[in-house]
């Protein structure tokens, strides 16, 4: 079983729709999770961190997590092209650990 | 605020030669990390230093690489020798300090072993 794993995708959603991206962990002593968009060829950029149950919104972004269900979510309202990406999940337990991202496709 | 720098930006060598690449993080961040990005394998750490002290360098490959971190502001990753198979995207990210901090990354090094 992956350390981190994520909805394969690709996902596309027209724009304006809301983009739902999952990840599940497998070590319950995790305490710190995080959302990471990486457009083509640049670096991940960190856009949302969540370290308690429930969650976590920052503008158009939610965080969901669930310990309980060792469970993970990024949801985007009125989803806009310019947030096609790559979305990857990443926990913390030691260290970093990345979950294999979710290409997100936002339609015009 | 300057982000963390990585240098070069891209590198094309051949294989058996040695390849460095630098890193400076954010200032005020005690914590520096080595990713290698794949398309096969995703982004791995390769090794992560605190107060530029090495904590875990069991992410990396093999002998042939080592990094080294002399001071708060400056870390390298070497290469030596090179092979095909680590061409790559190589990342240093810094964060305040471990466990639950932030990791913010550089632009990246791309490494081309031909």
């Known amino acids: 079983q992956k350390e981190v794993e994520q909805n394969s995708g690709p996902l596309s959603v027209p724009e304006g729709a809301i983009a739902s991206l999952n990840c599940t962990y497998s070590?319950?002593?995790?305490?710190?999770f995080f959302w990471y968009r990486q457009y083509s060829g640049k670096s991940p950029e960190l856009i949302m961190s969540?370290?308690?149950?429930g969650d976590k919104e920052d503008g158009r972004f939610t965080a969901q997590l669930n310990k309980a269900s060792q469970y993970v979510s990024l949801l985007i309202r009125d989803s806009q092209p310019s947030d096609s990406a790559t979305y990857l999940c990443?926990?913390?337990?030691?260290?970093?650990?990345f979950g294999a991202g979710t290409r997100l496709t936002v339609k015009p | 605020d300057a982000g963390v720098i990585q240098s070069p930006r891209h590198e094309v060598t051949e294989m058996g030669q040695e390849v460095t690449l630098r890193c400076k993080p954010i200032?005020?961040?005690?914590?520096l990390f080595w990713y290698r990005q794949t398309m096969m394998r995703g982004l791995e750490l390769l090794i992560y230093?605190?107060?530029?002290?090495?904590?875990?360098d069991s992410g990396m490959p093999e002998d042939r690489f080592s990094a080294k971190m002399p001071n708060a502001s400056f870390s390298t990753l070497k290469i030596q020798p090179s092979e095909p198979r680590d061409s790559a995207v190589y990342f240093c990210?810094?964060?305040?300090?471990?466990?639950?901090?932030?990791?913010?990354f550089g632009p990246g090094t791309r490494l081309t072993v031909t």
């Open positions: 990210a810094s964060s305040l300090g471990t466990g639950d901090h932030e990791q913010y």
């Open positions: 070590d319950r002593g995790s305490q710190s």
């Open positions: 969540i370290y308690s149950n």
């Open positions: 990443a926990v913390n337990l030691w260290d970093m650990r």
């Open positions: 200032s005020g961040h005690n914590s």
């Open positions: 230093f605190n107060n530029n002290v090495p904590i875990d």
